[in-house]
């Protein structure tokens, strides 16, 4: 997070590596403004939203947007909030404190325990594919 970020790696792994497993992704990429960051969620409905936040310079930003797609959750619209990263390390209480459902700094995690717990969710049962949106925001 945070303007001029460009690290996309981790999200293209993430996003490749869901797609991979039969979920749809819409791979949002780096230096994403909140504004339209949070347009893409109202649209598209996903049930999974995943955040990058690399820098400590961005974590603000990147807690402010989590603050922002937590608002967005309504009944109709659900969608679970994961963040990923290096600065989740240090700052996994601020995201969850913020409203993400989860933090992960490592896509081997990811892989081997939150997202079989995810896709144990009885939401996904009635979708041939789970729809995520993966981005960094600035």
Not at 7 to 31: C, E, K, P
Request: net charge neutral; hydrophobic share 40%; glycine share 8%.
């Amino acid at each position: 997070c945070g303007p001029n970020s460009w690290h996309v790696i981790g999200l293209r792994m993430v996003a490749d590596y869901l797609y991979l497993n039969g979920w749809h992704t819409l791979f949002l990429g780096a230096n994403m403004p909140h504004k339209c960051f949070l347009n893409s969620v109202e649209q598209h409905h996903p049930d999974l939203v995943l955040v990058s936040c690399i820098a400590n310079e961005g974590l603000d930003c990147g807690i402010d947007l989590v603050r922002a797609l937590n608002s967005k959750r309504t009944f109709k619209n659900q969608f679970i909030i994961g963040v990923g990263g290096q600065c989740v390390t240090a700052n996994s209480n601020r995201f969850i404190e913020a409203g993400a459902d989860f933090t992960c700094s490592c896509l081997r995690r990811f892989a081997k325990e939150i997202l079989p717990e995810i896709e144990r969710n009885p939401k996904f049962a009635f979708r041939d594919e789970p729809l995520t949106l993966v981005g960094e925001a600035i």
